[in-house]
């Protein structure tokens, strides 16, 4: 992992240690799955401190770690345990802990400095065995799409068909969900985020389904809008257009473009249409230990300035939503590879019939 880098960040911003208290950042840092559990970092040391629960795993595990037992109070632990090392400028997530969190950390020999998205930069370039990981999560994502064409069928409802994608994702030893996914037909499909509904299926009406599966501590996003039954004229031609919107999209995904240029590719294209209006949600998001990282791919914002860098990983997903008549969303996540941007999913963009 970057270990390395993250102590140099730490060391540039003049504090004595960091202390990291979110499932996601700890899990990034250490590799390990708890709920309770907090990796402090100093420039050249890592601590890991746990309770009883996870310590003798994290024991056995986190050999290169000096593993810590929290019995009793934590917050009394922790104090105690920064005391004992000497430890006085601490970083904390302050967008991550409550005022409460903060107020019982208070203590006379300890100064706490509050970041927010403190391993944004880090995290937001992914090494080659992130990347790979990603990629493996993504393999069996398509496999689980291409089963469920052959499995949905109009009556079954919404939650059936979200059913058959949680058993096939632990079927092919993935750790869960790494959203609840999406399930809408019909006019559901017009709702960005439908809450997947004990409504059936219907024929003659589009399908929409938006999932994602955890690999490795890592989450993987996929969407596609297939067509049950015969597809209007006017379904087939916003399709078109979202996948057109789509393929520009990663035209744009490069180095030496901005990330704001992604955006502006498909939303551009899906105003030029005629459908601007119906576009109501950015083009994309980082993704890799969060289903929704850093940075947000849309025009506005301080994100859109950002440069588009090597070994980016994030979603593109234009969509155009007619509300009481349908909605056409394509999604792949897409890694920034020798400088172009490449689709981690090799389900192709054709409009699927069944």
Request: hydrophobic residues 35%.
């Amino acid at each position: 992992m970057r270990i390395p880098e993250v102590q140099k960040l730490i060391k540039s911003k003049d504090i004595d240690a960091f202390m990291f208290t979110s499932q996601p950042n700890v899990f990034y840092l250490s590799r390990f799955h708890s709920t309770h559990a907090y990796a402090i970092l100093t420039p050249s040391e890592k601590y890991f401190l746990t309770d009883a629960r996870y310590f003798d795993r994290a024991k056995t595990q986190l050999t290169d770690w000096e593993v810590y037992l929290i019995k009793g109070n934590p917050f009394k632990v922790i104090k105690n345990f920064l005391k004992e090392k000497g430890l006085k400028y601490i970083g904390f997530e302050e967008d991550k802990v409550s005022c409460t969190f903060r107020k019982k950390l208070k203590a006379k020999h300890v100064r706490w400095v509050g970041f927010s998205n403190f391993l944004k930069g880090i995290r937001v370039i992914k090494t080659d065995e992130e990347m790979n990981i990603m990629k493996e999560g993504v393999k069996r994502s398509d496999e689980i799409y291409n089963e469920l064409l052959n499995f949905v069928k109009p009556g079954m409802t919404e939650l059936q068909v979200r059913g058959f994608i949680v058993s096939k994702i632990f079927e092919k030893n993935g750790e869960g969900e790494s959203f609840p996914a999406i399930v809408a037909s019909g006019e559901h499909s017009a709702v960005p985020h439908w809450e997947t509904s004990r409504k059936k299926i219907k024929e003659d009406a589009p399908l929409l389904i938006d999932m994602g599966l955890l690999w490795k501590g890592y989450c993987t996003d996929f969407t596609r809008t297939i067509y049950i039954g015969k597809p209007s004229e006017e379904f087939k031609k916003v399709y078109e257009i979202v996948k057109e919107a789509h393929l520009r999209a990663i035209e744009k995904a490069k180095v030496g473009n901005t990330i704001g240029d992604v955006d502006k590719a498909a939303r551009d294209y899906i105003e030029k249409k005629g459908y601007g209006q119906f576009f109501t949600h950015s083009t994309g998001h980082g993704v890799g230990v969060e289903i929704h990282e850093f940075p947000r791919v849309y025009y506005k914002g301080d994100d859109a300035k950002i440069p588009i860098e090597e070994g980016m990983v994030f979603t593109i997903e234009p969509g155009i939503y007619l509300p009481g008549k349908f909605g056409v969303r394509l999604e792949n996540i897409v890694v920034i590879k020798n400088g172009t941007g490449e689709p981690l999913s090799r389900v192709d963009l054709e409009l699927v019939v069944l």
